[in-house]
C-alpha cells in the first residue's frame, strides 16, 4: 500500500495543457521528488520548469501566492471520518472532500486524495465510488457534499467541461496507471505460515521480464482480480439469469458470466442496489428497510454483513432486470500491495506477502476479492492485468548510509524486506532495525530464514520480534519499541529515517503513539514530542505505508 505523504501544493496547474489523469501523475511525481533531500528538490523544481515554463505556478516573485496548502490536519489513516470532517469544516469544498478521503494516498482511485477531490470539485472526475479504502462512507459523504456544486446540483457525465486538446501532452507509461494496465505471468505462490496457524499467508512470485515493468522499493504493485466464479453463478441464479446470456450495459454488450466475473464488484452491497430493491418490492415493510440502508441506517443489524448475494437473498421478491441490477453495481476495482521483492536482488520480477482472506457469515464463506484469486484461482502461467503504483512520500533514503528503523507486523513487512534485499544488494552500510511481530512465532513467523541471512550479511543490523498469543500477555510491536526506547531515540539521533507498514487504524496509530511516548521520555521533548514526530515526517523522515 501506498504511504501517507506531506501535501504539496501542485505544480502541474489546471491550464496547463494535459488532462486531468496526467496533472494528477506529474503532480504525483513532481511531489514524490520534492519530499526528498535538497538536491532532489531542486531537481523536481528544474523538471517541472522544463516542462511547464518559468516561473512556475505561484513562484512568480511580482504577484502574492494563494496559499491553498492549510496542513491538512485531517490527513491521517487513522482519524475517524467524523473527526476529519469537523477539523475540515468551513475549509472550501475541495478541501471537505479531501477530507472525506480515506487519506491513505494510495493510488487505488487514480489520483491522491488531494487530487481526486479537486478533481470531484472542478467536475473533471464524475465518480463519487473510487476510493477503495473509504467505502461506502466516503462515497456518501462525497455524495451530500457534491450537491454543493453548482448551487446544489450533484455532479453528472453530461455536464463535464470539454477540455481543449492538449498540446502533445506526455503519454502515460503503459503498466504506470490503473487506465493502461500490462500483462505479466504468474509464477508461483509458497505459504509462509506453518500448520495450525489462524493465517493463511502465501509469498507470491510474478514475472515481469514479458512486459518490462520496474519499481522501485517503496513502490506498491496494482492487480486486476476476478471475483469467486461460485459467486457469480449464485448471483446468476438469485437472479434467474444463465451465465451466458448476453447483457447490453453502459454501451457493451458480454456474457453475464463476464459480467458478474470482470466488470462488477460482488462485495459489499452499494447505496445504489438497495435503491433499485425498493423499487422492485411492494411490502411497505421492505420498502421502508431498503430505504434506510440506502441511507446507510441499519435497521436489522446486518448492513455490514450484507454483499450483493446477501441483499438479493434479504429481499426476494425484488426481482430488477439483470441490465438495471448491473448498473447499480460499483465497478470492479484493481486492489493494491506492497511490493516484498527489489529489482537490484529480483531482476525482471516482483513479489507479494498477501494474507488470504476468508470469512464465514452465516452458511457462507466471504472471500477476499484478490488474497483469494492469488492463492486459489490462478496457476503458474496465466496472465495478469498489472501496474505498478509509484510511491508518494515512501522509500529509501537517497544514502546507503542513513539508518533505517521498520516496524511492520504480520504482511506489513513485505516493503521491509524489499528495502532490506535493496540495502544488501547495493552496499547500503548503513544500520537497518527491523520491528516484526504477529501471533505465534512457531506458525507466524514470516521471512525467518531469509532475514536470518540478511543479518549475517549485514543488511538487518538488529531484529526485535513480538508474538502476541505466545505468552500470558499479549506483547506488540509498539511494547518492544519502548523495551528498547533509549536505543531507538539514539538511532534517530543519528539520522535514522523511521517507517511503518500496515494496518491504519489500530496498530500504526498505536506505534505512533509509542514514538511520541520515546521521544518524549528519552529525547527529553516532553510536551514537544508530538511536534517533533511531526517535524520527523516534514522532513521524510517518518514514512507510512498503512491500509
Not at 464463506?365 to 515512501?394: C, I, M, N, W
Amino acid at each position: 500500500m501506498t504511504a501517507q505523504s506531506q501535501i504539496l501544493p501542485p505544480l502541474v496547474p489546471e491550464n496547463a495543457p494535459f488532462s486531468q489523469e496526467q496533472r494528477s501523475w506529474l503532480n504525483g511525481f513532481f511531489a514524490g521528488l520534492l519530499s526528498m533531500d535538497g538536491g532532489m528538490q531542486a531537481l523536481s523544481r528544474d523538471a517541472a520548469t522544463a516542462l511547464l515554463g518559468d516561473p512556475l505556478p505561484g513562484e512568480s516573485p511580482s504577484a502574492p501566492v494563494e496559499e491553498e496548502d492549510d496542513g491538512a490536519p485531517w490527513h491521517d489513516a487513522s482519524m475517524p471520518i467524523d473527526e476529519r470532517m469537523q477539523l475540515a469544516e468551513g475549509k472550501p469544498l475541495k478541501r471537505r472532500m479531501m477530507a472525506a478521503m480515506a487519506q491513505q494516498d494510495c493510488g487505488q482511485c487514480g489520483y491522491l486524495c488531494d487530487s481526486y477531490a479537486e478533481a470531484i470539485a472542478t467536475r473533471e472526475e464524475t465518480k463519487l465510488n473510487l476510493c477503495v479504502p473509504g467505502g461506502k462512507e466516503t462515497q456518501r459523504m462525497l455524495k451530500k457534499l457534491a450537491v454543493e456544486l453548482d448551487g446544489g446540483a450533484a455532479p453528472a457525465a453530461a455536464e463535464k467541461p470539454v477540455e481543449a486538446a492538449p498540446a502533445a501532452p506526455p503519454a502515460i507509461e503503459p503498466g504506470r496507471s490503473r487506465e493502461t494496465p500490462v500483462e505479466a505471468t504468474f509464477l508461483s505462490k509458497a505459504k509462509l505460515t506453518g500448520e495450525g496457524s489462524d493465517k493463511e499467508t502465501h509469498h507470491v512470485e510474478i514475472d515481469l521480464s514479458g512486459c518490462g515493468l520496474t519499481y522501485e522499493p517503496g513502490d506498491s504493485f496494482g492487480l486486476f482480480a476476478a471475483n469467486c466464479p461460485d459467486l457469480a453463478a449464485a448471483v446468476a441464479a438469485r437472479l434467474g439469469a444463465p451465465l451466458d446470456q448476453v447483457v447490453a450495459h453502459d454501451g457493451h454488450a458480454y456474457p453475464l458470466a463476464t459480467w458478474l466475473s470482470e466488470k462488477v464488484a460482488l462485495g459489499a452491497a452499494p447505496d445504489a442496489l438497495f435503491e433499485l430493491l425498493a423499487a422492485y418490492v411492494e411490502d411497505p415493510s421492505d420498502k421502508a428497510k431498503l430505504a434506510k440502508l440506502a441511507e446507510g441506517d441499519d435497521p436489522d443489524g446486518d448492513l455490514a454483513s450484507l454483499d450483493v448475494l446477501a441483499a438479493l437473498e434479504k429481499f426476494p421478491a425484488a426481482n430488477p432486470p439483470v441490465a438495471e441490477l448491473l448498473g447499480a453495481l460499483e465497478p470492479l476495482q484493481p486492489r493494491l500491495y506492497s511490493i516484498s521483492s527489489a529489482l537490484s536482488a529480483d531482476p525482471g520480477r516482483v513479489s507479494l506477502t498477501v494474507d488470504a482472506v476468508r470469512y464465514r457469515v452465516g452458511e457462507r464463506t466471504r472471500l477476499g476479492l484478490a488474497s483469494t484469486y492469488l492463492s486459489d484461482r490462478v496457476e503458474p502461467g496465466s496472465k495478469l492485468k498489472v501496474y505498478v503504483q509509484k510511491a508518494h512520500g515512501f522509500g529509501l533514503p537517497k544514502s546507503g548510509d542513513t539508518p533505517i528503523i521498520m516496524v511492520g507486523p504480520g504482511t506489513g513487512v513485505a516493503p521491509f524486506r524489499s528495502f532490506l534485499r535493496d540495502r544488501r544488494a547495493t552496499g547500503a552500510t548503513g544500520g537497518a532495525w527491523l520491528f516484526f511481530g504477529h501471533q505465534r512465532e512457531a506458525t507466524d513467523y514470516f521471512y525467518r530464514d531469509e532475514l536470518a541471512e540478511l543479518a549475517a550479511a549485514g543488511a538487518l543490523t538488529k531484529l526485535s520480534l513480538a508474538w502476541s498469543r505466545d505468552g500470558a500477555a499479549k506483547v506488540y510491536v509498539q511494547d518492544r519499541m519502548r523495551e528498547a526506547g533509549a536505543e531507538l531515540w539514539a538511532w534517530l539521533e543519528k539520522g535514522a529515517h523511521f517507517y511503518v507498514c500496515g494496518d491504519a487504524k489500530r496498530m500504526a496509530a498505536d506505534v505512533e503513539k509509542a514514538l511520541v511516548d520515546i521521544v518524549a521520555q528519552h529525547g527529553g521533548k516532553g510536551e514537544g514530542a508530538k511536534a517533533f514526530v511531526a517535524d520527523l515526517k516534514k522532513a521524510g523522515r517518518y514514512q507510512a505505508d498503512v491500509y
